[in-house]
């Protein structure tokens, strides 16, 4: 008689190659991992305490209900209450980490200019009316 050792459950389910990271679309399927093909975003945040605070997301909407709920960066969780100021998409996640180095290079006053300055770049709603209350043009 034979005795068989018993298989790992990931491999019943085909998640071998997944948790090898050997496939291309994150950890395990289903666990909030962005698929490939996903859109990518650089926002800029401003905190309670007037500092500016710079991340990637594929979710916009999700990442700053989520740093407001005070679950996704301790530096912001420390500086609540968050608003967004602006944000610009990316072509895929290098690119949007590329941005995010380029942006955090910049000196605090020239952040937001040189996030604008992107191609699809927005501000946000309530930054967009105390800007032209001010006649300040992006």
Same mark, same amino acid.
């Given at each position: 008689m034979q005795i068989y050792r018993q298989r790992p459950p990931w491999q019943d389910i085909g998640l071998a190659k997944c948790w090898r990271g050997q496939t291309r679309l994150g950890k395990r399927p289903g666990t &909030?991992? +962005? =698929? +490939?093909m996903s859109h990518w975003c650089v926002y800029l945040l401003s905190c309670a305490d007037g500092t500016l605070y710079c991340g990637v997301t594929t979710d916009? $909407? @999700? /990442?700053? +209900?989520?740093?407001? $709920? &005070?679950?996704a960066s301790k530096y912001t969780r420390a500086r609540? =209450?968050? $608003?967004?100021?602006?944000? *610009?998409p990316s072509q895929d996640k290098g690119a949007a980490l590329r941005l995010e180095? $380029?942006?955090? %290079? @910049? =000196? /605090? +006053? *020239? %952040?937001?200019a040189f996030l604008l300055e992107q191609p699809g770049a927005e501000l946000a709603g309530a930054q967009q009316a105390e800007t032209s209350d001010r006649g300040i043009s992006s």
């Open positions: &909030g991992y +962005a =698929p +490939a916009l $909407a @999700r /990442r700053v +209900a989520e740093h407001n $709920a &005070g679950t609540l =209450p968050v $608003a967004l100021v602006a944000s *610009a180095i $380029a942006v955090k %290079k @910049r =000196p /605090r +006053a *020239a %952040k937001l």
